[in-house]
Nanobody, 119 residues
Framework: QVQLVESGGGLVQAGGSLRLSCAAS????????MGWFRQAPGKEREFVAD????????VYDDSVKGRFTISRDNAKNTLYLQMNSLKPEDTAVYYC????????????WGQGTQVTVSS
C-alpha cells in the first residue's frame, strides 16, 4: 500500500504562484510513476503532469507546459508541483497519484488540495 497526502493549495491572484507537495509513505519502493491530476467543478478529472520516480523523466499536458514544473525528492519521498503564471482556469482540486511498476494505471490517490485562482 502507498499513502499520499497533498498540501500547499490555496487562493492566489492570476499571475501568481503556488507550490503543491505530496508526501508518499508505505511501500514507496514500488512506485514507478507519480503524477498530478486536477478536477474543476462540473468537469472530468484531467491529467496535469507526471514524473518517472527513478529517472525523473517528465510529461506535461499542453495547458500547463512552460508554467508548471513537476519534480520529486526521492530521499523525502515527496512529489512537488511548482505552478507559476496561474490563470483562473487553473482553479481545481489537485490530486497526486502513484502508479506501481506492476500496475497499468494509477492505483493510489491523495485526498486532494484546492487551488483557487482569482481574476
Amino acid at each position: 500500500q502507498v499513502q499520499l497526502v497533498e498540501s500547499g493549495g490555496g487562493l492566489v491572484q492570476a499571475g501568481g504562484s503556488l507550490r503543491l507537495s505530496c508526501a508518499a509513505s508505505g511501500r514507496t519502493n514500488s512506485i514507478l510513476v507519480m503524477g498530478w491530476f486536477r478536477q474543476a467543478p462540473g468537469k472530468e478529472r484531467e491529467f496535469v503532469a507526471d514524473i518517472t520516480w527513478i529517472s525523473g523523466s517528465t510529461v506535461y499536458d499542453d495547458s500547463v507546459k512552460g508554467r508548471f514544473t513537476i519534480s520529486r525528492d526521492n530521499a523525502k519521498n515527496t512529489l512537488y508541483l511548482q505552478m507559476n503564471s496561474l490563470k483562473p482556469e487553473d482553479t481545481a482540486v489537485y490530486y497526486c497519484a502513484a502508479r506501481r511498476g506492476s500496475d497499468r494505471s494509477y492505483g493510489y490517490w491523495g485526498q486532494g488540495t484546492q487551488v483557487t485562482v482569482s481574476s
